[in-house]
């Protein structure tokens, strides 16, 4: 890992401490809830794996009405699709992140849209036989979420789309001429209850 990485990974953990402290001033709900979609990367990256599946579990603070904090984890698995390595011994890009997202939205209860931003690091683990082509990495990421959310009682439910932009993705730069680019893009559901 390298210091600009550490410095990424300790700015999104203070970045996710000052949210939870700020939320604790105030009276507001707290949500916790699971999410399951699909997901891919795009340019470069997009090009050597598939779309796959994508999960998560997410601590959701809201302070104030319009504004919220979010901390959770996200994970997703991609298969790679490069044409130098057959299909029974394609390898896997698995992602484990932690994510801290800043959220804004109108002052609705029921039906709540939002737009956010935040800070996250996440390690992706290249599963199956690569030689150096592949290699697992520790990455920084800046998502940029929008979705809307469904309040009823004790339940929330979603939808929303997170574009992630990746800061140091070298864990397929062996795998294209250059530096490899790209982003992670996914759609998921949300449901959870609130608290």
Same mark, same amino acid.
């Given at each position: 890992m390298t210091r600009r990485g550490i410095r990424w990974a300790v700015l999104a953990l203070g970045f996710g401490v000052a949210g939870t402290a700020m939320a604790q001033d105030k009276q507001g709900? #707290?949500?916790?809830?699971?999410? %399951? &979609?699909?997901?891919?990367?795009?340019? +470069?990256? &997009? !090009?050597? =794996?598939? /779309? @796959?599946? =994508?999960?998560g579990a997410t601590l959701n603070l809201q302070p104030f009405s319009m504004l919220g904090f979010e901390v959770g984890y996200e994970g997703s698995k991609n298969d790679v699709t490069d044409d130098r390595f057959r299909a029974a011994e394609a390898p896997s890009l698995i992602r484990h992140g932690a994510t801290t997202l800043v959220k804004l939205s109108p002052p609705f209860e029921k039906v709540r849209p939002f737009v956010g931003a935040?800070?996250?690091?996440?390690? #992706?683990?290249?599963?199956? %036989?690569?030689?150096?082509?592949? *290699? =697992?990495?520790?990455?920084? !990421?800046?998502?940029?979420?929008? &979705?809307? !959310?469904?309040?009823? @009682?004790?339940?929330?439910?979603?939808?929303?789309? *997170?574009?992630? #932009?990746?800061? +140091?993705?070298?864990?397929?730069? !062996?795998?294209?001429?250059? +530096?490899? =680019?790209?982003?992670? #893009?996914?759609? /998921?559901?949300?449901?959870?209850?609130?608290?």
């Open positions: 709900d #707290v949500n916790v809830f699971v999410n %399951g &979609g699909i997901g891919g990367y795009t340019g +470069d990256l &997009g !090009e050597l =794996s598939a /779309t @796959g599946p =994508s999960w935040g800070l996250g690091v996440s390690y #992706v683990y290249v599963r199956g %036989g690569t030689g150096d082509t592949y *290699t =697992s990495d520790l990455m920084q !990421e800046v998502p940029l979420a929008a &979705g809307i !959310e469904f309040n009823a @009682g004790a339940l929330t439910a979603g939808i929303r789309g *997170t574009w992630r #932009v990746l800061v +140091d993705d070298n864990f397929a730069d !062996e795998a294209v001429p250059g +530096d490899a =680019s790209g982003a992670l #893009v996914d759609g /998921t559901l949300t449901v959870g209850g609130r608290f």
